[in-house]
Antibody
Framework: QVQLVQSGAEVKKPGASVKVSCKAS???????MHWVRQAPGQGLEWMGR????????NYAQRFQGRVTMTRDTSISTTYMELSRLRSDDTAVYYC????????????????WGQGTLVTVSS | DIQLTQSPSFLSASVGDRVTITCRAS??????LAWYQQKPGKAPKLLIY???ILQSVVPSRFSGSGSGTEFTLTISSLQPEDFATYYC?????????FGQGTKLEIK
């Protein structure tokens, strides 16, 4: 069965960086992976996506220059690194698989990781 | 960026009720809309994509409709496990924005 398993919770100081991993299993590692975050008590915010085959990325403008998404195909893992952390980056970060693998279907986030809490505090 | 506005933001209903949540897009997004259910402390769960396609294993009491700028999620007969927060998401163009959410509570 499809599973996305994320790395554990992190506590970081302002100005530091954090790198969250998302290990995929149960399917061919070729579907786009998206990253979504959710601040405490708030809604969902899309951060960007990576194509595991090509490494192509698209980032939300508000994270441009601070976020980097990478992958290691040998271990079916994608990574999201966020730099220059601020207190308002405190959130649960999710990876989510794009269930549409071609341009004949509708994009959808069909499987999600369990979430990784990143706390930014001095 | 495409803005999504959900209404209502809060909804109080009883088991067995029929409820409808609306999602309006700031510009046309064809049928590139998905709905998710989220319970406290859990990841969102996909319910509907392509505006009206029911995700596998999702109960048939959930349905979606609409295209362009106006969309609805309907739950035909609320069950106890349906009390949660619901989000719409547009997947027409980057950034893939979400609505602000609708919290469905037990009356």
């Amino acid at each position: 069965q499809v599973q996305l398993v994320q790395s554990g919770a992190e506590v970081k100081k302002p100005g530091a960086s954090v790198k969250v991993s998302c290990k995929a299993s149960g399917y061919t590692f070729g579907y786009d992976m998206h990253w979504v975050r959710q601040a405490p008590g708030q809604g969902l915010e899309w951060m960007g996506r990576i194509n595991p085959n090509s490494g192509d990325t698209n980032y939300a403008q508000r994270f441009q220059g601070r976020v980097t998404m990478t992958r290691d195909t040998s271990i079916s893992t994608t990574y999201m690194e966020l730099s220059r952390l601020r207190s308002d980056d405190t959130a649960v970060y999710y990876c989510a698989r794009d269930g549409c693998s071609n341009n004949r279907c509708y994009t959808n986030f069909d499987y999600w990781g369990q979430g990784t809490l990143v706390t930014v505090s001095s | 960026d495409i803005q999504l506005t959900q209404s209502p933001s809060f909804l109080s209903a009883s088991v067995g009720d029929r409820v409808t949540i609306t999602c309006r897009a700031s510009q046309g997004i064809s049928s590139y809309l998905a709905w998710y259910q989220q319970k406290p402390g859990k990841a969102p769960k996909l319910l509907i994509y392509g505006a009206s396609i029911l995700q596998s294993v999702v109960p048939s009491r959930f349905s979606g409709s609409g295209s362009g700028t106006e969309f609805t999620l309907t739950i035909s007969s609320l069950q106890p496990e349906d009390f949660a927060t619901y989000y719409c998401q547009q997947l027409n163009s980057y950034p893939y924005t979400f609505g602000q959410g609708t919290k469905l509570e037990i009356k």
